[in-house]
């Protein structure tokens, strides 16, 4: 199995710009996480979808933010427009549903100038 | 309240040498799952090892062990004969049946010295 694949790796953008962060979990997982990591507030859930629907959406920022799952393989994170204080590492990550562990993705990151 | 708690923001072992990594946690849910991850200086974040709440024996993999203390609430992660490459950030997670995102840890970052 791939793992869960992330793209870009590396995202650089100027402030205003829309950015589209893309997942593709893992076969056969039904649950997927979106999570952005700062080293001021560490490790923050964004949203979690089951069976590709959202959730909990409670963490995503503001309006700025949407996510997307059109189907069971594929997720998008887009920031629009950009802020400088969206620069982080965005973590997508897949599991089975129930309380089984979680794979990561590498992860994006992602900086606004 | 915070659901999971690591204590120890830095911790230092000697190669060769066993370290324990502290979590506790909280939840009224009784079925639930406990995870360690490590995020080494590269950035991904690894999984390591799971608890299930219901699991009779401390979970085992590798140099890696769960002390699985259910009264206490707390999953500390062992390592054993560390190695210069254990130096990692290191986050405990959970997730629960009733609230199946997995919430994380501040993390304990573990330095290993030759």
């Known amino acids: 199995d791939a793992g869960v694949i992330q793209s870009p790796r590396h995202e650089v953008t100027e402030m205003g710009q829309e950015v589209t962060l893309r997942c593709k979990p893992i076969s056969g997982h039904n649950s997927l996480f979106w999570y952005r990591q700062t080293m001021m507030r560490g490790l923050e859930l964004l949203i979690y979808f089951n069976n590709n629907v959202p959730i909990d959406d409670s963490g995503m920022p503001e309006d700025r933010f949407s996510a997307k799952m059109p189907n069971a393989s594929f997720s998008t994170l887009k920031i629009q427009p950009s802020e400088p204080r969206d620069s982080a590492v965005y973590f997508c990550a897949s599991s089975r549903v129930g309380y089984t562990e979680a794979f990561f993705g590498q992860g994006t990151r992602l900086t606004v100038v | 309240a915070q659901k999971i708690t690591q204590t120890q923001p830095g911790m230092f072992v000697q190669e060769k040498e066993a370290v324990t990594l502290d979590c506790t946690y909280d939840?009224?849910?009784?079925?639930?799952?406990l995870f360690w991850y490590k995020q080494p200086s590269s950035g991904e974040m690894i999984f390591l090892i799971y608890q299930g709440s219901y699991d009779q024996q401390n979970a085992t993999e590798g140099r890696y062990s769960l002390n699985f203390q259910k009264a206490r609430k707390s999953a500390n992660l062992v390592i054993s004969a560390s190695q210069l490459g254990d130096s990692a950030m290191y986050f405990c997670?959970?997730?629960?049946?009733?609230?199946?995102?997995?919430?994380f840890g501040k993390g304990t970052m573990l330095l290993v010295s030759p």
């Open positions: 939840t009224s849910d009784p079925s639930y799952g």
């Open positions: 997670a959970m997730r629960e049946v009733g609230y199946s995102t997995l919430t």
